[in-house]
């Protein structure tokens, strides 16, 4: 059985939201007020749906991460849509393992670090934005990929890439940063895609269609 810890501290709040996501709740609920005090109960009414909808977008629960040194944790909630052997290229140097999991607008979009390492560099590309659960995503679309370095000296690659509907990657990490296992480190606003790029020796504990959750579940273990 795991052993589980926090890698952060507890919110003080019963329902935290992301503070990115702040600026969005604010207008919304302006909005509703100036709405409601014009007697426009309709639009009122929307505005009122709109904040609650807001609100439930950003939330940022807590997590409990599990304890374990080898164990890659998932860096985003969502449906794994793709586990497969890739050769070299942007995100990796040699054959690796990708898992793409696909956030819809219904899941928590607050990302976190898969394992504890330092970060070895931050690359970010203004792409397009096709449908997130394209394959041509991963390539094409706006993307920002995190490279990093693990404690025991492995290199991994997580991406994370806009949609259709999402037009803005919010990435809080940089080069040379030290971050452990479960970390918040950016969000992607309004429905998206994270791909994670691991050693092709990395044991896979997850299938297409698995639903995952950000720090908590493990998606494999890298060799020690």
């Known amino acids: 059985m795991d052993n589980y810890t926090k890698v952060e501290p507890t919110s003080r709040y019963a329902f935290p939201i992301a503070k990115a996501g702040l600026p969005f709740v604010g207008i919304a609920a ?8 014009l007697g426009m109960a309709f639009l009122a009414l929307t505005g009122l749906a709109a904040t609650f909808f807001i609100c439930y977008f950003f939330r940022d629960p807590d997590r409990a991460i599990p304890d374990r040194d080898a164990a890659v944790v998932s860096p ?4 794994v849509v793709k586990v497969e052997t890739v050769e070299k290229g942007r995100f990796c140097n040699a054959s690796c393992l990708k898992i793409s999991i696909f956030m ?24 397009k934005f096709f449908s997130a659960n394209l394959d041509k995503a991963s390539s094409d679309n706006e993307h920002n990929a995190v490279f990093l370095k693990t404690d025991q000296g492995r290199e991994i690659c997580f991406v994370q890439i806009a949609g259709l509907v999402a037009r803005r990657i919010i990435c809080y990490v940089q080069e040379g940063q030290k971050v452990n296992r479960g970390q918040r480190f950016g969000l992607i606003c309004f429905g998206s895609r994270l791909d994670v790029y691991l050693p092709v020796d990395t044991d896979i504990a997850v299938s297409v269609g698995d639903r995952v959750s950000a720090g908590t579940t493990v998606l494999g273990e890298l060799p020690l």
Request: hydrophobic residues 50%; aromatic residues 14%; proline residues 6%.
């Open 30 to 37: 302006f909005a509703t007020a100036v709405f409601a005090l």
């Open 76 to 79: 985003a909630d969502g449906k």
């Open 104 to 127: 819809s607008i219904f899941n928590v979009h607050v990302n976190r670090v898969p394992l504890n390492g330092e970060i070895a560099r931050v690359s970010y590309f203004p792409g």
